[in-house]
């Protein structure tokens, strides 16, 4: 919407002109009332010269009360006016010409009397067209002038008359009307005429104008019509009070083909009665119905293309508000809720408790405030399943001290349900919480509704983002997929954090990508058993004629049969050692030789000892036994080392595994690789064992 616009209904409607009061600023005008002379609106046109563009702004005296009724992005405080009276108006694409049009009504209003008369016929007197001379009043000394003669009658009070006569329901003529028009006013039915006197007239609050509407509304429920009329009709708040009787006919008979489910154009204004109707539970069989029916009619009038782009976005918020004061269930609520908004609580919600989400959700969660850069990060593109749990893993280790940080508190606000519709409901709401879903709640008390959400006014998002850029920045050196970032320094407090989650892990997959061994016990039984028959096939014909004792099986080896029953067995059925060896059981391990030599390969490689006075190195770590130190010597020596793994018996994935864990406690990853059948020692980790065992 533009100024030109305001100033154009302004002219039309109240025959206010734009006033330019000052010479040196003339992209300052102003909107006066006619009949009081005092300004109800302040238009300023200003030129931007490093856009190129007219900023078009206005101050209208409607009351701050407007800021909160509306609550809409264009409408602030004052720009050049000040008090509580006045509220500013940014002019734009997003501007609603329907929403400044009614601050400019309430403001005209307000400066209004309340109070007229409005004269239905004059009679003429009979020495009309006679011109008399006027006294003049002489103003004698010391006496006050007579008082002077009241104000005519203002021009709005006229066309008001005017107004209301058109609308009688007379079967006559009336004096002055067109020929083409007349028979509209011939076999009017009587119940429009019913309809027309349940007005009560008295104060031109929104507040009898809905009730109105609703009384009459109730009365025409059932009504049907056959009188289509296809003229243009535009009135901001339409009720039947404003309309004639050619439009209220055309407007029920167009009705009456709605409820049959044959929609045709009609005037937006005449279509918005009908949706008045369905807020308002006239023609509807309760609530769930009334969202049914306003559904229909989004889908058969304005997705036919015979509504505006401004009557869907109502559309859309009434059934929202309506649901909500009607304790719809929240599910169903949910898609009635703007696009943007809806996104932006889920995302919220999983922000504040990432338990219970993926890696996936809670990182799109991330992207939808740390920006769409992030998703296109290297990180992600070398490995998409990996990157997304690293930033996924750092905020769920961050959540509970960085949410509030960064997004605050919920905040509530005063939320005004179907405020800029014509809504009546007779029976009072209770005092209730209804809430939509973990971000966004809506409660009544003490009849005043409130809003209660995250608002981006008390987003830091700056911290937010740093967090994220700085991660970024780290993950790319650490994975080393190029394009790297520059290091903020402000975002350094970051970097710990960061190195903390990644530490873990890596850990964590370290650990994850260990070989499991599983041993199934079930078949121990068949071992058993054919172990006894392998064990009677050995026995040699002497061996028999001897009477060797027979031995058996058991889960823990070969029991002679010479043992007597009463030994004792542990627990795992093993024999209880006898008490010397029990004894010996209990000494303190040997103490390993000092004189130990470290093992070194001679060009055959043969593994020989070193000198006596070489220092014992294989018992740097406790893990491994001779035999692996000499395999993560020879490693460390670049020497192969399959002749001795063939030599020993032993399989190449266990000896890495049996080393990597050895050696997790000292460098927190596996250090030696095992690609078919070939060991190999990882570089990165060369320098750090060679310092362990130069260390000790």
């Not at 006596?612 to 192969?640: M, N, Q």
Request: glycine share 6%.
């Amino acid at each position: 919407m533009e100024l030109a616009q305001l100033a154009a209904y302004a002219e039309k409607k109240y025959g206010m002109h734009e006033q330019h009061k000052w010479a040196e600023f003339p992209g300052f005008s102003v909107l006066a009332e006619p009949s009081t002379g005092k300004w109800v609106a302040l238009l300023m046109r200003q030129w931007d010269f490093d856009l190129g563009i007219e900023i078009q702004k206005c101050d209208i005296k409607c009351g701050m009360q407007a800021v909160a009724l509306f609550r809409e992005p264009y409408v602030s405080g004052p720009f050049r006016m000040k008090g509580e009276k006045w509220v500013g108006i940014s002019f734009g694409q997003e501007t609603r010409e329907e929403v400044v049009c009614h601050l400019l009504d309430l403001a005209v209003a307000a400066e209004q009397s309340r109070g007229y008369a409005i004269v239905l016929e004059e009679t003429p007197s009979a020495d009309e067209g006679v011109y008399h001379d006027t006294p003049l009043a002489l103003r004698a000394e010391g006496r006050r002038p007579e008082q002077e003669p009241r104000r005519k009658q203002h021009p709005l009070h006229r066309q008001e008359a005017q107004r209301i006569l058109r609308n009688v329901p007379e079967r006559q003529p009336i004096p002055g009307n067109a020929p083409e028009r007349q028979p509209i006013f011939r076999d009017v039915p009587d119940r429009i005429l019913e309809m027309m006197h349940l007005y009560e007239y008295g104060s031109n609050s929104y507040e009898n104008k809905s009730r109105n509407f609703y009384r009459q509304g109730k009365f025409m429920e059932d009504y049907e019509d056959d009188a289509p009329w296809d003229g243009s009709f535009h009135q901001y708040f339409p009720t039947y009070h404003d309309l004639n009787i050619r439009l209220l006919r055309g407007y029920f008979s167009w009705r009456t083909q709605v409820r049959k489910g044959h929609y045709h154009p009609i005037a937006v204004s005449l279509s918005y009665l009908y949706v008045y109707e369905l807020l308002c539970g006239i023609g509807t069989a309760g609530p769930s119905d009334t969202l049914t029916k306003l559904q229909e009619f989004e889908t058969g009038f304005l997705d036919a293309g015979y509504g505006d782009e401004g009557m869907r976005r109502n559309l859309r918020r009434w059934m929202l508000e309506y649901a909500v004061l009607h304790d719809v269930p929240p599910e169903t609520t949910i898609q009635y809720a703007d696009p943007a908004a809806a996104e932006q609580d889920t995302a919220l919600a999983i922000l504040k408790a990432p338990g219970g989400c993926t890696d996936e959700a809670l990182f799109e969660a991330i992207c939808r405030f740390a920006g769409k850069k992030l998703a296109a990060s290297p990180v992600i593109a070398r490995d998409e399943a990996r990157g997304k749990q690293m930033f996924a893993a750092l905020w769920r280790s961050q959540a509970g001290q960085l949410f509030e940080a960064c997004f605050g508190k919920p905040v509530s606000f005063p939320w005004h349900p179907l405020a800029n519709a014509v809504y009546w409901e007779e029976e009072t709401q209770r005092d209730r919480e209804y809430c939509l879903n973990a971000s966004r709640s809506y409660c009544r008390f003490q009849g005043s509704w409130t809003e209660k959400r995250y608002n981006s006014l008390f987003f830091n998002l700056d911290r937010f983002r740093a967090l994220w850029h700085a991660t970024d920045v780290f993950l790319r050196r650490y994975y080393k997929t190029s394009h790297y970032l520059k290091e903020k320094p402000e975002e350094a407090w970051a970097r710990p954090l960061i190195e903390a989650v990644v530490a873990a892990q890596e850990k964590e997959a370290a650990l994850a990508a260990r070989p499991k061994i599983e041993i199934d016990l079930s078949g121990l039984d068949r071992i058993r058993r054919n172990a006894l028959a392998t064990q009677s096939s050995l026995l040699t014909p002497e061996e028999m004629e001897q009477g060797t004792p027979d031995r058996t099986i058991t889960s823990a080896g070969i029991r002679s049969e010479a043992q007597q029953p009463g030994d004792a067995f542990v627990g795992n059925g093993t024999q209880q050692p006898p008490a010397a060896v029990e004894k010996d059981m209990q000494k303190p391990p040997a103490a390993v030789d000092k004189d130990m030599q470290k093992p070194t390969v001679t060009e055959d490689n043969d593994i020989q000892q070193e000198s006596a006075g070489s220092p014992d190195k294989a018992g740097v770590f406790p893990g491994l036994d001779e035999v692996h130190h000499r395999i993560l010597y020879l490693l460390l020596d670049g020497e192969p080392v399959s002749g001795l793994i063939r030599e020993k018996h032993l399989l190449p994935s266990i000896v890495a595994d049996t080393i990597n864990e050895a050696l997790s406690d000292e460098i927190g990853d596996i250090v030696v690789e095992c690609n078919d059948g070939a060991l190999a020692l990882i570089e990165d980790y060369r320098e750090d064992i060679l310092k362990i065992l130069k260390k000790d």
